[in-house]
């Protein structure tokens, strides 16, 4: 099984912006991609070069052996795009979008519109299906533009954030479709920044950051990267924090951390739910009175946020406005003071 | 030869696009249609009643002029149209499809003859309420309107470049503005341009924008008998010498948009 994109060294610069900075990718047929990082880091730009739409200063790429800087017109017959931002026409009805872009792909008249039925169906628009795009909201419009990306049943498929802006209803229904289109064989290349999404998606996970890839793996493998499950038991009493921490010692494979102003004990272990069980047992035979407790694996925002380590902070100003930044859950910030 | 076929069938579908959208806007179209109006009713009463060539009805005269100059200014609708495409997402879509990169303007020249079409029955209906006629055969009266749109056409590829190398919308109409108003007033437009100054008066004659008007006037039979003559090659010949014209801005100005387009296409 071959790789259908590869890249390498892909260098992109705007001005004193380095957008792309030597940037290496492999996707082999059939699997899915996800591409993570930080606002800015340069996931877009990989993007628009894979998909011709931009040239590159420096590297190389091929989709299914062809050179996208030398024949751009043979990989576009190959590819399906959904930017990360609508390419829809406003004026255009949803029908009429899907089946201009049908018409473009050279489709006959008949098969292209019934194509753009059958996409309309799919993606939920049908009701609207005959509406001017004017008058789509945005998640509708988002919808479109995943249809149309999907026109010409194409073999390799770029995704840039393509949930983005949904409700949790359509998430999974597109979760579903771009499940299905990977079954069917379909080589998928995705950006989010739902690190939940590229868990549940992604056979591989490259992070990138200043348009570097920091980080390759299968999700599992970056999460152990991180460290691997811990417990975490929140006491009432400070008084009784050594003793609590000899109960979590006690099943603990690793250090055991203590963090005094939380009265937070951390502990890594290797059988999640027996140990914590022993673990309760002991706390429970010393009569300690416990808070909270808990059983904690490490997500792919650990993962983000330490190799990014900046990344929270980077990301909010630029994305205030749309929402995209996935505010920090209480794992996260755990995971973070475990990191340090 | 497949290759010209694609062009032009891409062309087609985007053509279609452009004019679904007149169909949704419908306010664009009257504004198309009125301005024409506005334009014959102004300049044949206005310039109609205060300037005098003896022995010639300046009405009829001015008509073709009248067409000429709306028909140029009407090729601005694709400047304005290009550069607005550019900005809209829908752009990234025609990039990414394995469509030929001339189709996005074929198609915008293309829908943009509907609007000059619509523009030129509007003129010739107002022209004959207000006492214009044409004198020759119906075959001569249609070379004059295709004379008109076939020059409206090429002049839409020079907008259409102009177009693309403007920043933004709003610069579209100056730019353009710097480039019609010398050719339309700089010619057999409004007045004969035999007496102006020497150095416009040889500008005027070979403009082919004078070639035009004068083509017009004669496949209508409004060139009366005591106009002065030029002696100018361009202005005894005006079909020919217009029609080599727009051979000339095709073939310079395809060329040049298409590879304008992919420039500007992929910042
Ligand atoms: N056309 C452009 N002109 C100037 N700078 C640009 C341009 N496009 C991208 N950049 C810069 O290149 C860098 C990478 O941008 P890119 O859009 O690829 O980031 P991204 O990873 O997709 O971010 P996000 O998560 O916000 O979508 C950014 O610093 C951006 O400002
Ligand atoms: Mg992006």
Redesign the pocket.
Known sequence: MGNIIEASGLTKR??D?V?LDGLDLTVPEGTVLGLL?P????????VRVLTTLLQPDGGTATVAGIDVIDDPEEVRKLIGLSG?YAAVDEYLTGYENLDMVGRLYRMGKRPSQVRARELLEQFDLSDAGDRPVKTYSGGMRRRLDLAAALVAKPKVLFLD?PTTGLDPGSRTTMWDVIRGLVRGGTTLLM?T?YLEEADRLADDIVVIDRGKAIARGRSDELKAQVGGERIEVVVAAEADMPVAREALAAVAVGEVLVDDHNRKVTAPVTDGPSSLMAALRRLDEERIAVLDVGLRRPTLDDVFLTLTGHAAERAAP??ADDGKTKPKTQTTQNAKELVR | MSSITHALGDGAVVAKRNLIKIKRVPEILIWTLLSPIMFVLMFAYVFGSSIEIPGVDYREFLMAGIFTQTVIFGSTFTGVGMAEDMTKGVIDRFRSLPMTRSSVLIGRTASDILYNLISIVMMTLTGLVVGWRIHTSVPEALGGFLLLLVFAYSFSWIMAYIGLLVPSVEVINNASFMVIFPLTFIADTFVPSQNLPTVLRVFAEWNPVSALARGVRQLFGNLPEGLPVSQAWSLQHPVLYTLIWVVVILAIFIPLSTRQYKRAAS?
């Open positions: 705007y001005g912006v957008a990082g606002n800015g880091a340069g996931k877009t730009t990989a990360q954030e950006t920044q630029d994305t | 910042r």
